[in-house]
């Protein structure tokens, strides 16, 4: 077939030159090579313990794809630019290499069934890898917990100061998020672990084909059950972008937040220098670069979700030449997730957290004002009459430029007699955390509590 394309039988005229390089794919195919000469090796395999061809044919041709394997791992692999994808370029070789026989590999498969089967295997080992990249970033945000378990901090919500909290709850918010993005690609992982190697090109295959044993020696754990569904799905691969565009939205606000932590305005956090770079004219400047570009780089992962939902609307069955276009947003997608997953946990655990200025913060902005409310509602008081008598005394204080600590008895009498009953003023940023001992609440207790569990699930990863 050198020279020659293996379509060519039943055309009289060349092919366009635009429409070659148009057709082509190879420059982003290639790097299925591994899996997709793992799929060869099964198949032709399969092939002769069926006898539907020698067992030396075998022989012969498994030498050849282990040989055109090195070749291209090894980078002597002359690609051309008439090899239109990676399954031809590879066929082509092995035809240089080994001789007419070659063309045996194709026996009972299409390309519509290889490339399914190659882009699963590829996602497959994707997922994993990128679920081991998670796990990674959870034991950061798990060691940075344990050591900020003494650190209080403001929360907020609207970006304004709302009540102290431990920081270490701060740190296990994200260890949860991320615990869901794990969940949520392991569970399309099994979706995904389905063969649709045996459809051929959409009917099945005339060959007393052996897909299980097929299944098997590729490590898949089923077999697709309707070969015209399996050429034409690509379901897999858009829960793959979603999983991926929801891990890269939660990098992303976890980005936003070191990005208005470190700056000189909050000054609670500092990113060390290997994260950050200067001005090319503001000598004074360190810029959060790392964080805004993990941010920036979210929309990419949007972008490619939709590309492919909009490919696979409306798209007939089976296959149609569209799906071609399916493996470059993915393969996009894996790269900056794997970068932004590891910069992520190199650069949280290298964070530096002002735990002084955190502390100081926490003390203002009234932000144990609902712990005064609660406390007059313990003394039977409605909670929304609370609401509006603590309203008030913030504005007395705000008005005075002074803080609950610094309110006489006379003056709590004043606004209402209960409140100088219930110790307004003792109340401190860690007894109000403190307070909070629900499930999932940030006192020292609830925390020290989910750690425990934490640390039984982490032995099961
Ligand atoms: N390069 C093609 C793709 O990625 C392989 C499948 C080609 N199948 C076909 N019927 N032309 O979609």
């Not at 899996?35 to 061809?53: F, P, T």
């Not at 026989?101 to 590829?122: C, E, I």
């Not at 990098?251 to 290997?274: K, N």
């Not at 089976?318 to 399916?326: F, L, T, V």
Request: charged share 30%; aromatic share 8%; with cysteine.
């Amino acid at each position: 077939m050198t020279g020659k394309k293996a379509w060519s039988g039943r055309f009289t005229e060349p092919t366009h030159p635009l429409v070659e390089r148009f057709n082509a794919s190879l420059s982003v195919d290639k790097r299925l090579y591994r899996s997709d000469i793992k799929g060869s090796i099964a198949h032709v395999k399969m092939l002769a313990r069926q006898k539907i061809i020698l067992n030396k044919e075998s022989t012969a041709i498994v030498r050849g794809l282990k040989e055109v394997e090195r070749e291209i791992t090894c980078g002597a692999f002359g690609f051309h630019d008439r090899d239109e994808d990676i399954h031809m370029a590879v066929e082509r070789r092995l035809t240089e290499i080994i001789g007419a026989v070659a063309g045996k590999l194709h026996t009972a498969r299409s390309r519509n069934d290889q490339v399914a089967t190659d882009f699963r295997m590829y996602v497959k080992e994707a997922t994993l890898e990128i679920t081991g990249l998670i796990r990674n970033l959870q034991q950061v945000f798990y060691k940075q917990a344990k050591k900020h378990i003494d650190t209080l901090s403001p929360s907020y919500t609207h970006l304004q100061p709302a009540q102290p909290i431990r920081l270490a709850h701060w740190f296990l918010a994200y260890y949860e998020m991320f615990d869901r993005d794990v969940s949520r690609f392991l569970d399309s992982y099994k979706r995904t672990d389905v063969m649709p190697l045996g459809s051929a090109a959409l009917a099945g295959t005339n060959f007393p084909i052996d897909r299980e044993w097929v299944a098997s020696q590729l490590g898949f754990s089923a077999v697709s059950r309707n070969s015209l569904d399996a050429v034409a799905d690509r379901d897999f691969a858009v829960e793959f972008l979603f999983c991926c565009s929801m891990t890269a939205t939660h990098l992303s606000r976890l980005a936003e937040e070191l990005v208005i932590f470190t700056s000189s305005e909050f000054s609670a956090m500092e990113l060390p220098d290997a994260f950050c770079t200067g001005s090319s004219i503001m000598p004074q400047k360190k810029n959060p670069d790392v964080p805004e570009l993990i941010r920036g780089k979210t929309g990419r992962f949007n972008g490619h979700l939709i590309s492919l939902l909009t490919l696979l609307k409306g798209l007939p069955l089976a296959y149609n030449k569209d799906m071609q276009e399916d493996k470059e947003p993915l393969f996009d997608a894996h790269d900056q997730l794997v970068s932004i997953l590891t910069l992520s946990a190199d650069m949280l655990g290298a964070l530096r957290v002002d735990k002084e200025r955190l502390a100081k913060r926490s003390e203002q902005g009234f932000m144990t004002a609902v712990d005064v409310a609660d406390r007059l509602v313990m003394l039977s008081v409605p909670f929304r009459s609370a609401h509006e008598i603590v309203g008030r005394l913030v504005r007395h204080c705000e008005d005075r430029g002074i803080t609950f600590t610094d309110l006489t008895d006379a003056e709590l009498k004043g606004m209402d007699p209960k409140l100088a009953r219930i110790g307004v003023g003792d109340l401190t940023p860690e007894s109000s955390a403190d307070g909070k001992k629900s499930v999932g609440g940030t006192s020292r207790q609830s925390i020290s509590a989910r750690i425990k569990e934490m640390e039984k699930e982490m032995k099961k990863w």
